[in-house]
């Protein structure tokens, strides 16, 4: 046999993403339509959005709820150490927002409201007027996946051509917005996967609305964003080494924040330690690696106090 036809596939190994099982069907077999089609489970990552976690997420590196429990207080203070690799500013933030003796529960205990919050958003938009439950219609981002396996997407109500044409574009708005105008998540945008030109506008208002308006777990002035409470689980860890007598590395002083963060009303850049002073309806955030080609795309300026990228 001879083969000239030569092909590399610029593919993802789902396998080396994440764990996939087939899904099942009502009598509990797994979910085989035909032959070559068999139907997967797996989890999506809901795009520039972020919810409040439901408990410890660094468990895997030995960080326990009792841990972060007891050791807040303690980082409280530490964050006023010179020898903490929090600069004042964004020690200050912190401070105020840990100044309380049960920061993680209540964070933990957010992130169950906004559980609940989106089941019933979910069971709301997914029944049909006539009766049953609709559909879903996804769409993914330039980015695919995460480093979890989780499917990056935006996830909506699927209409018939008919209904949509009836629709508003907020009537038919993905969850990802309905959950941060119900306060229930966070906005988190995340370059490159930005919403579109009219998209954007919108998911900026709707963020802004919920704290505003102190809807959902914004009804607690110290309420942490999802991505601020796994940043403080990141200095909870270095408090415990330094608890330990052991020596921060310079990998260790910088790895617990390594986003930048652009103001999207302004289109000015800041360096990881100054996202809080964004208003947190303007924030994207940027990789370090990818800065330059941000920069570059978006025509971004860097701000007074950003550092170099």
């Known amino acids: 046999m001879t083969l000239k036809v030569l092909w590399q596939p610029a593919g993802i190994d789902l396998d080396s993403l994440g764990e996939k099982r087939f899904a099942r069907t009502a009598d509990g077999s797994d979910d085989i339509s035909d032959g070559d089609t068999p139907s997967i489970r797996m989890s999506i990552r809901m795009l520039s959005i972020d919810a409040p976690e439901t408990g410890v997420t660094k468990s895997t590196e030995g960080l326990t709820r009792d841990n972060m429990i007891q050791l807040l207080p303690q980082l409280r203070d530490w964050l006023e150490d010179l020898a903490s690799p929090v600069e004042p500013g964004l020690a200050a933030y912190l401070r105020e927002k ?3 003796l049960d920061a993680a529960e209540a964070h933990w205990e957010q992130g169950a409201r906004a559980k609940d919050g989106f089941k019933e958003l979910a069971k709301r938009r ?12 996804l769409r993914a981002a330039d980015e695919r996946f995460d480093q979890y396996g989780r499917l990056l997407a935006y996830v909506a109500p699927s209409y018939e051509r008919a209904e949509l044409a009836a629709l508003s574009r907020r ?4 969850f990802n917005l309905d959950l941060v105008e119900a306060g229930w998540a966070a906005s988190f945008v995340i370059y490159p996967s930005i919403p ?6 919108l998911l900026q208002q709707a963020a802004r609305t919920a704290i505003d ?3 959902g777990v914004w009804t607690d002035a110290k309420a942490l964003a999802g991505y601020e409470y796994r940043m403080i689980e990141g200095l909870v860890l270095l408090f415990k080494k ?3 007598g052991q020596a921060l590395t310079n990998a260790d002083r910088t790895g617990w924040i390594s986003r930048y963060c652009v103001d999207m009303s302004t289109a000015t850049i800041f360096s ?12 994207i955030f940027i990789w370090r690696d ?20």
Do not use: C, H, I
């Not at 997914?126 to 219609?137: C, D, E, I, V």
């Not at 579109?196 to 506008?201: A, H, K, N, S, T």
């Not at 002073?277 to 924030?283: A, E, I, L, M």
């Open 272 to 283: 990881p330690q100054d996202y809080f002073r964004v208003d947190p309806w303007n924030r």
């Open 242 to 244: 330094v608890q330990a």
């Open 290 to 309: 990818q800065v330059r080609d941000a920069v570059r795309d978006l025509n971004l300026s860097l701000a007074p106090m950003a550092a170099e990228a």
């Open 213 to 215: 308006e102190k809807r």
């Open 98 to 100: 840990l100044d309380r």
């Open 126 to 137: 997914l029944a049909k007027p006539s009766g049953g439950r609709r559909a879903l219609f």
């Open 196 to 201: 579109g030109e009219l998209d954007l506008p």
């Open 171 to 174: 009537e038919r708005a993905t």
